[in-house]
C-alpha cells in the first residue's frame, strides 16, 4: 500500500507542470469515455446491485447505488460542467517591492495527495476524481465496499484516459482492498498524504479525526437556527421558516430550531405554527412555546442540540438578542444561522457575534450552498474552521505558497 | 478542567463584539503594567531560575528562561508594536449580488479558542496571549513547567488588565496544572478548542499531532535548499550560499543542501567550497562533489534528509533541473528553496514544480521571515499546506464566515 500511495505522489509532483488545455481535455475525454463504456459500467453497477440485495441493503441503500441510462449521462454532465470551471491554480496575489527591492507575494498551488473517504455513492468517484485533476492534486479514492465495481469501472476508465494523455495514472489511485484496517494506515502517511476529506455519517468522521495524523476537512451535523427578532417583518420570518424547515428536511442545512423574541412571540408563533402543522411539522417547544401552541411536546435539553433531519422543529421564546445569540453559540453546530429583522443594528450584532460558517439577514438558511453561493461545483459543505468554511468549492482543493524574486538579495 | 475551558469559550464569544479601540487599550495597559510591575515580575522570575539551577538546566536553557530589565522592557514594547498593528478581524471580501438578488460574501472573523502549547520561554506567554486579544481569540496557555512562575506572573498582570476592561478575565486561560496527562485531555476538547499551536521541538509536535482531535497548526524542520542552475551569476549564487548558510546556521530557514547543474559544477564548487572552508563549514557531498573538494565526506541517503543546525551542508550535483526538483521534492521539508538563475524559464517551472511554502529566485533562504515578509509579527512558520503556510502574521490567527444579506430570499 504505501509503494502504492508513493506512486500517486510522484505522479502528483509530475503533474505539477500541467496546464489548464491538457487538465480540461483529460476532463473532457472522461466525459466522452464514460458515454462510451455505458454499457460496461451498468454491468459492473448490476454486480453490486446484486450484492447489495443479498445483503438486505434498505431500498433507500439501493437506489443510492443504482445506476441507469440517465445517472450516467448526469455523471458524464458534471464532467463537462468541472472543464468548464477556471482553472483555480496559478493566480498571483498580494505581490509587493519590499524596501530592500526583492518582490514578495503568493500563488494559488495545488494542495498536494487527497485522501478521500466516501460512502457507497458511485457519482463520488467522478465528481472527486475530475474536481482533484481539475485543481492539480493527485487522489486517493476509497470508496464503500457496496459500490466496489461501479467505482472500479470509472476508475479504469479514468486512468485510461489520463494514460492516453501521458500522464501517470497513480494521479487518480483507488484503494481496491475493502479491508478496514488499510484506512487506518492511510490516515497516518501524513509524510505522503496532505489532506483527507471523509465525506460520511458521523461516525466515519469521528473515527477518522480520531485516527488520523493528516490534517482532517470534516462536516459534522448542521443544527441550524432562524431568529425572529422583534422587529421582523412577520409574513417573510414565516415565509422564510417554513421554506427553511420543510422545503427539504433531510438536509444540513435546514432549519432545527426557531428562536422568538418574547414581544411578538404570541402573534408570530400563534400563526406561524399553525401554518407548520397544515405542513405535517410536529413542535417541540419550551415553557412559552407550549402556552401558546398546545400540541408542542415540551422541550428537554438534549433537543436543542438535535439535528432532526425530519419534520420537527424545536422553538424557544427568547428575552432578547442576547439570550438567542447565547443559545446559538452554546447549541449550534456553528453551520448556518439566520436572524429575520428590520433593525440594522440587531443584524449587525448578529453578524459579528454569531460564530457560524454562513451568518444570514433576512434568508433562509436553506441558502447555504455551493451552487447558490455561485460556486460553481460543491465539494462539501466544512464545519471545522480552518482552511475551507462552509461550502467548498474548487478554490477550497487549493492552497498558496509564498515566491520571492530577488536579485542577489540576502539576509543582512 | 473542562469547566475551566468552557468558561474560556463563554468569555471568547462575549469579546466577539469588542472593537479596536478596546482591544488597542488592553494591549497598550498590559505594556504598560508589565513595567509598573517588574520587580514582581524579576522576583517570580528568580524562583524559575532558582530552580532550574537546582534541576541543573543546561546555561542556554537558563539563558532562555532568564528576564532581566532589558527584556522585561523589550516584551512590554513588542506589546506596544502588537497593538500598532492593524486589527485583522471585519473586513469583508468577495460581496457579490446574485442573480436572484441576495448579496453573499466572505468576513474576516476570529478563530475562536486557540490552544498555545509551549517550552520555557516567558515572553511567549506575553507574545501570544497579545496577538490572540488582538485577533479577538480567546487562548489556553499551556507553557513549560520551568518557567512556571514567570508565566504565572504575566498571566496574572494581563487578567487584572482584562478585569479593569470589564472583560472576562478567562478570555486569557493558563493552564495551572503542570502535569502532563492535563495536555492530552485538552488535546481531545475538539467540541471547545477550535486550534492548537505547538510551539517547540520535533518531539511536542509528533506527540501533538498523534493525540489531538482538534486542527493542528505545526512547524516540523527546514530542510532547506539552493539550486545553482547552469546560467546562474556565480558570484551571485556563491554570495547567497554562504548568506544562507552561515549568517545564522541555527534556524530553520538556512541552507542544508546545495544542489549544482553538471556543467557548472567544476568551477562554481571550486571556488564556493573553499570560501565555505574559510567560514569553517564541513562539507558532505555526493560522488562528484568529493572528486571537485577532497575534504568532503561522502554523503549517505540519511545525509540527504538532514537538518544540520550547524556548519555544515550537503552537496550534490545534478543533471538538470528536473533532478534537481525532484530531488528537493523527494528529501526537502518543503520549507525554503530557491533558484540562482538569470534564465526565466528556469525560474518559473521551478517556482511551478517545486512544493515548498517559500520558493525563490535569485535570493537567501533567510528571507524566509514574518518581518522580511512584511506581515508585522510572526506567530510562526507553518509547514502544513493548510490555512497558513510559510511565515504566519496575525492575519493567520482569524478565519472567514460567509455572510448573505436578503430581502426575504428562500430557496426554490
Redesign the interface.
Same mark, same amino acid.
Given at each position: 500500500m504505501k509503494n502504492k500511495i508513493k506512486e500517486a505522489k510522484k505522479a502528483y509532483?509530475e503533474f505539477?507542470?500541467s496546464d489548464t488545455f491538457i487538465k480540461n481535455s483529460i476532463i473532457k475525454t472522461v466525459a466522452e469515455e464514460i458515454l462510451k463504456n455505458k454499457k460496461f459500467i451498468l454491468a459492473e453497477n448490476k454486480k453490486d446491485i446484486k450484492k447489495g440485495k443479498e445483503k438486505k441493503l434498505s431500498n433507500a441503500m439501493l437506489d443510492r447505488l443504482l445506476l441507469n441510462d440517465e445517472r450516467v449521462l448526469s455523471i458524464s454532465n458534471s464532467c463537462l460542467d468541472v472543464a468548464k470551471l477556471d482553472d483555480p491554480v496559478g493566480t498571483i496575489s498580494e505581490m /509587493?517591492v519590499?524596501p530592500e527591492g526583492?518582490k @514578495?507575494g503568493k500563488?494559488d #498551488?495545488p494542495? +498536494?495527495l487527497i485522501l478521500i473517504i466516501y460512502e457507497s455513492r458511485p457519482n463520488v468517484t467522478v465528481e472527486a476524481a475530475t474536481l482533484s485533476l481539475k485543481s492539480g492534486n493527485g487522489v486517493v479514492l476509497r470508496g464503500g465496499s457496496d459500490a466496489y465495481h461501479s467505482n472500479k469501472a470509472f476508475i479504469s476508465i479514468i486512468q485510461k484516459v489520463l494514460k492516453k494523455h501521458n500522464i501517470n495514472e497513480n494521479l487518480v489511485c483507488f484503494v481496491d482492498d475493502t479491508d478496514r484496517k488499510i484506512v487506518d494506515k492511510l490516515l497516518v502517511m &501524513?509524510d505522503l498524504i496532505?489532506?483527507v476529506i471523509p465525506r460520511g455519517g458521523e461516525a466515519l468522521i469521528t473515527s477518522v #479525526?480520531?485516527k488520523a495524523?493528516i490534517?482532517?476537512?470534516k462536516h459534522y451535523k448542521g443544527v441550524c437556527h432562524i431568529y425572529v427578532h422583534k422587529l421582523a417583518?412577520l409574513s417573510?420570518a414565516e415565509?422564510?421558516v417554513v &421554506?427553511?424547515k420543510v422545503?427539504?428536511p433531510g438536509v444540513c442545512n435546514s432549519l432545527e430550531t426557531l428562536l422568538v423574541d418574547k414581544e411578538i412571540a404570541d402573534k408570530f408563533l400563534g400563526k406561524c405554527l399553525k401554518t407548520l402543522e397544515k405542513e405535517k411539522v410536529k413542535i417541540v417547544g419550551c415553557k412559552e412555546t407550549v402556552k401558546i401552541y398546545k400540541d408542542a411536546k415540551k422541550a428537554n435539553e438534549q433537543d436543542w442540540y438535535t439535528e432532526y433531519l425530519d419534520l420537527i422543529l424545536s422553538v424557544k421564546v427568547v428575552k432578547n438578542s442576547d439570550e438567542a445569540?447565547?443559545h446559538i &453559540?452554546k447549541y449550534g453546530s456553528m453551520h448556518t444561522e !439566520?436572524i429575520i429583522t428590520k433593525d440594522i443594528d440587531a443584524a449587525q450584532?448578529f453578524? /459579528?457575534?454569531v460564530?457560524?460558517? !454562513?451568518?444570514? @439577514?433576512?434568508?433562509?438558511t436553506?441558502?447555504?450552498?455551493g451552487g @447558490?453561493? +455561485?460556486l460553481g461545483a460543491e465539494i462539501g459543505i466544512a464545519t471545522? /474552521?480552518?482552511?475551507a468554511? +462552509?461550502?467548498m468549492g474548487l478554490k477550497e482543493l487549493t #492552497?498558496?505558497?509564498?515566491?520571492?524574486? +530577488?536579485?542577489?538579495?540576502?539576509?543582512e
Open positions: 509532483f505539477l507542470d /509587493k519590499m526583492f @514578495v500563488i #498551488t494542495i +498536494g &501524513n496532505d489532506l #479525526t480520531k495524523t490534517p482532517v476537512l417583518d417573510m415565509k422564510i &421554506n427553511a422545503q427539504r445569540i447565547m &453559540n !439566520s450584532k453578524i /459579528k457575534k460564530d457560524s460558517s !454562513s451568518v444570514m @439577514v433576512n434568508a433562509s436553506r441558502l447555504a450552498d @447558490v453561493y +455561485g471545522d /474552521k480552518l482552511h468554511r +462552509g461550502p #492552497t498558496k505558497k509564498w515566491i520571492v524574486l +530577488g536579485d542577489g538579495h540576502i539576509r
